[in-house]
């Protein structure tokens, strides 16, 4: 199967000293991608900057202005682990433009399976708000291009983060169903089982909330006991994952306990929610140990194609297990109390 990405992105200009989420990491991840020997199998397409029309399907103007005089302005934080330099700006619109070129160059052949590296990350911005190292919210730029052209969009996200931007954009829409596995209690605090979406859209968010030493059976479980009904009646036509590799156990930002083995499960089982060929990408979120993230990178894109090269076991033992029982508790409690309080209203 074919790999379809985009030309690796300058983004050199996107930098502060010592922070965690530095150009490196790209390297990394296009180390990655390397490490496959794709040759022909690999398409890469142009990379373009994302319009103010398709940026305001998921961020406020006024918002959008005030990012981008910040960037031209000089730049510096925006808040404790948010930053932006001069440069940030016009790169943060390339990096969702590339994102929206690989999904359409997917919808265009029929075929392949999308990789997606931006640089700011996205999964935390909100309509209003930058944060969590995120500018502009990536995935959600392709989700709603693709809702809008008729799609059902399943966004997958195992980012050891809550992806709050994501589900804030997406919580009343009923074409766009959002699935979170994620460290809890961590940053940004949001992200508990209880939180199922808005009355137009409800169990349209599926929240996996897992204890810190999490390892791959405890999340694959949670996947397959909680979020696989909802995504199977939910149907998805197109699926984006915000791959974010920062759950795997040499990250530094975090506790889960996750190998390249895992991602590489997760990835299989991303691959059995799309319906078809050319109907998946991976977006780059997290990640923040290199050679974590490189092994990681490969792992899940050779498992997405089918690729059964040897990789790190899968881990197993962690805490959760009776975590996942309470997170599907949670949520009938949830849906019940609000279809109960919807029919006394009638």
């Not at 373009?48 to 990012?67: F, I, K, M, N, S």
């Not at 040499?250 to 083995?261: E, H, K, Q, T, V």
Request: with cysteine; aromatic share 6%; hydrophobic share 45%.
């Amino acid at each position: 199967m074919t790999l379809v990405t985009h030309e690796p992105l300058d983004d050199d200009g996107h930098a502060e000293p010592g922070h965690p989420e530095r150009p490196e990491r790209l390297r990394a991840a296009w180390a990655g991608v390397a490490d496959l020997s794709l040759a022909g199998e690999l398409v890469r397409v142009a990379p373009r900057t994302a319009t103010r029309a398709e940026l305001t399907r998921v961020h406020a103007g006024p918002y959008l202005d005030e990012v981008g005089a910040f960037s031209y302005g000089g730049g510096g934080d925006i808040d404790g682990d948010t930053y932006a330099t001069y440069d940030s700006w016009p790169l943060a619109q390339r990096a969702a433009g590339a994102g929206l070129a690989v999904v359409e160059e997917l919808r265009r052949r029929g075929d392949g399976v999308g990789f997606v590296a931006p640089r700011p990350p996205g999964h935390h911005a909100t309509r209003d708000r930058a944060m969590g190292f995120c500018l502009i919210n990536n995935v959600a730029v392709a989700a709603a291009a693709l809702r809008d052209e008729g799609e059902r969009v399943l966004v997958l996200d195992w980012d050891v983060h809550h992806g709050n931007g994501t589900q804030a954009i997406f919580w009343d829409d009923p074409t766009v169903l959002y699935v979170s596995s994620h460290q809890w209690p961590l940053f940004p605090g949001s992200g508990v089982a209880a939180e199922i979406g808005g009355l137009n859209a409800l169990d349209g968010v599926v929240n996996l909330p897992l204890p810190a030493g999490a390892t791959g059976d405890v999340v694959r479980q949670a996947l397959e006991e909680v979020a696989a009904p909802v995504i199977d009646a939910f149907a998805p036509t197109f699926v984006l994952v915000s791959a974010g590799f920062d759950a795997h156990r040499d990250d530094p930002l975090a506790d889960f306990m996750l190998s390249a083995g895992d991602f590489a499960a997760l990835a299989r089982f991303a691959v059995a929610l799309a319906p078809g060929p050319g109907r998946l990408a991976f977006f780059l979120e997290g990640g923040y140990d290199l050679g974590a993230l490189r092994s990681s990178v490969r792992a899940t894109l050779a498992a997405a194609l089918a690729d059964e090269r040897p990789n790190e076991a899968p881990t197993s033992g962690g805490p959760g297990h009776d975590q996942v029982r309470r997170i599907l508790a949670e949520r009938r409690e949830t849906l019940d109390l609000v279809h109960a309080e919807l029919e006394e209203g009638r």
